[in-house]
């Protein structure tokens, strides 16, 4: 059974640092890999999305990376910002031809002005 | 925005009531997603749809069932609701355009069973 792992849960950081978000998954056969932010009381915004066939995605500050064999995705955030808190969901998708999604727990994420 | 509202936004209902969620879409996505969210938990999959009366149980899907008579429309219906049920229920799309593997995820309903 695929099981997707982030941690930390939380993390603090000053504005303007550079960090990295992670993401673990126990089944290495997975078809893609999305990233999500989810602001308070809000749904899910989606970040970027990784492909199986792909090593990383970039979207502005954001850069995402998939190592499938060693079953692990980071989230690089560049330059922090206030603006970035929030908390960040990885989700993978089996390649079982389901669309099934299986979600992480998050890393709530607060960048101190 | 992706086009999904869900209806009602907050619901407070009594256990052994009957509640109906619903998830609109304006995107003309195939498939339509329900999951719930829970401290600890993450997001769990109750329910999906890849198709107009075609849908699949998800991880968490006891004591739930669903309905989908249009594309734009997917309903979640608690047939007797619990206390267990309490939570934030979040509809979502994919499938459709470029990226047909992104989720888009609609504002969230938070249902409370007391």
């Known amino acids: 059974k695929q099981e997707v792992t982030q941690i930390p849960a939380a993390l603090s950081v000053p504005e303007g640092e550079n960090l990295v978000l992670n993401c673990s998954f126990t089944d290495s056969a997975i078809y893609n890999l999305q990233w999500f932010r989810q602001d308070p009381g809000k749904g899910l915004t989606s970040l970027l999305l990784i492909q199986s066939s792909q090593r990383e995605q970039t979207s502005g500050r954001l850069n995402a990376s998939l190592d499938k064999s060693s079953g692990r995705s980071t989230l690089y955030i560049a330059a922090s910002q206030p603006g970035d808190s929030a908390t960040y969901l990885c989700?993978?998708?089996?390649?079982?031809?389901?669309?099934?999604?299986?979600f992480g727990t998050g890393t709530r994420l607060k960048v101190l002005a | 925005d992706a086009g999904i509202t869900q209806s009602p936004r907050h619901k407070v209902t009594e256990t052994g009531t009957p509640v109906t969620l619903r998830c609109h879409q304006t995107?003309?996505?195939?498939?339509m997603y329900w999951y719930r969210q829970d401290p600890g938990h993450g997001l769990r999959l109750i329910h999906y749809s890849y198709g107009v009366k075609d849908t699949d149980k998800g991880e968490v899907s006891d004591g739930y069932s669903v309905s989908r008579s249009k594309t734009e429309d997917f309903l979640l219906t608690l047939e007797s609701a619990t206390s267990s049920q309490t939570s934030v229920y979040f509809c979502?799309?994919?499938?459709?355009?470029?990226?047909?593997?992104?989720?888009?995820f609609g504002p969230g309903t938070r249902l409370t069973v007391l």
């Open positions: 989700a993978v998708k089996p390649t079982s031809g389901t669309y099934k999604y299986i």
């Open positions: 995107e003309n996505h195939r498939y």
């Open positions: 979502a799309i994919s499938g459709a355009g470029l990226r047909t593997d992104t989720q888009y």
